[in-house]
């Protein structure tokens, strides 16, 4: 049955496949146009994508890697991301599947050619080892004029994430408008990553890490970083 909610929803995902913002994807569940699935990628240069923020030296790169960047293996040296110690991960390029583009990956060996630097596994420096987080998005028949629950799959530390996975962000709640679509909401949370609001916390350890303590929060997301690379 096709209803205004159903149709909405159903540009959404057009849209989403035309024209995906940076770092994340999301696709409808089997064939519920009501349930999705999506992945978000942590941004560049925090410590969501495996780095660091600007002047924290817990995770200071060698100068050796300062400008080293990640580039494309041939196919036939990738393995399955379950990243052993010592072996080298590096980022494909965005390949597209229902769940949009994959995680880092494994390579058995050197990219044959020229030189082409790579990132290891044990020191993460870099944002090719960018944290992949999980989420789900459960709309309803009032869908766009009332937001969908979302909700992390993926273990989260930060200050507005609840341990379930709710997301304490002002678009999904009181702020939310008819005009947000399913990217506009993904990229809201995309940013609410490393800018949260420690004033309205769900996570009151993060929280009070994240105003106190910038150098440990920064090391428990990390943790949530590599764990994300190997969660179910």
């Not at 428990?220 to 190997?230: A, G, L, M, N, Y």
Request: charged share 20%.
């Amino acid at each position: 049955m096709s209803t205004p909610a159903r149709k909405r929803l159903m540009r959404d995902f057009k849209r989403l496949q035309q024209d995906p913002p940076a770092g994340i994807s999301g696709a409808p569940h089997d064939n519920n146009i009501m349930l999705w699935n999506a992945v978000i990628f942590g941004p560049d240069d925090t410590p969501w994508d495996g780095g660091r923020l600007m002047g924290d030296q817990s995770r200071a790169p060698s100068p050796a890697r300062l400008d080293t960047r990640c580039r494309p293996v041939p196919q036939s040296i990738v393995v399955p991301l379950s990243c052993p110690a010592g072996v080298p991960r590096i980022r494909m390029p965005y390949m597209r599947d229902r769940f949009g583009p994959a995680p880092p990956t494994c390579v058995t060996a050197p990219a044959t050619g020229p030189a082409s630097p790579i990132c290891d596994c044990t020191s993460l420096p870099h944002r090719c080892a960018a944290g992949t987080f999980k989420l789900t998005l459960q709309f309803t028949e009032d869908y766009p004029n009332k937001p969908p629950v979302v909700r992390f799959v993926s273990r989260m530390f930060h200050p507005n994430i609840y341990a379930d996975g709710s997301i304490c962000l002002d678009i999904l709640q009181n702020q939310w408008s008819p005009i947000y679509d399913v990217a506009a909401i993904l990229t809201s949370i995309q940013s609410l990553l490393c800018d949260p609001n420690p004033n309205s916390p769900a996570n009151s350890e993060a929280a009070r890490l994240f105003s106190e303590n910038k150098r440990e929060y920064n090391r428990k997301v990390r943790e949530i970083v590599e764990q994300s690379w190997t969660a179910d």
